[in-house]
């Protein structure tokens, strides 16, 4: 399994980024049956989940990212997306794309968001 992110950078307080995650070796079925997770870790804090979203397209948010993150797949481009608007301080960390597939986890390499005031 091959998560590949991107999208991740530096940006002002009030700025947007859209990250993505594809997993182009994934045979378009199999992708389109799997439920994936946006988690961050901050420095000195646990993983925390951002924003899911299932194979039927049922999106779950964090609190803290309601109304302000998006979450979305691209079938056919077997990828997928986290929209982030009005970013903060508190958005800065190391994000990850997850799914569990055939009994086992399996995480993106990880893209950096980084947010100046």
């Known amino acids: 399994v091959n998560l590949v992110e991107s999208g991740g950078g530096s940006v002002q307080a009030g700025g947007s980024l859209r990250l993505s995650c594809a997993e182009p070796r994934i045979i378009l079925s199999t992708f389109w049956a799997t439920d994936v997770t946006w988690y961050r870790q901050a420095p000195g804090n646990q993983r925390e989940l951002v924003a899911s979203?299932?194979?039927?397209?049922?999106?779950k948010y964090a609190d803290s990212v309601q109304g302000r993150f998006a979450i979305s797949k691209s079938n056919t481009k077997k990828t997928t997306y986290l929209q982030m608007n009005e970013l903060n301080a508190e958005d800065i960390g190391v994000y990850l794309c997850?799914?569990?597939?055939?009994?086992?986890?399996?995480w993106g390499q990880g893209t950096q968001v980084t947010v100046s005031s």
């Open positions: 997850y799914h569990r597939r055939w009994g086992s986890d399996y």
């Open positions: 979203i299932t194979s039927d397209g049922v999106t």
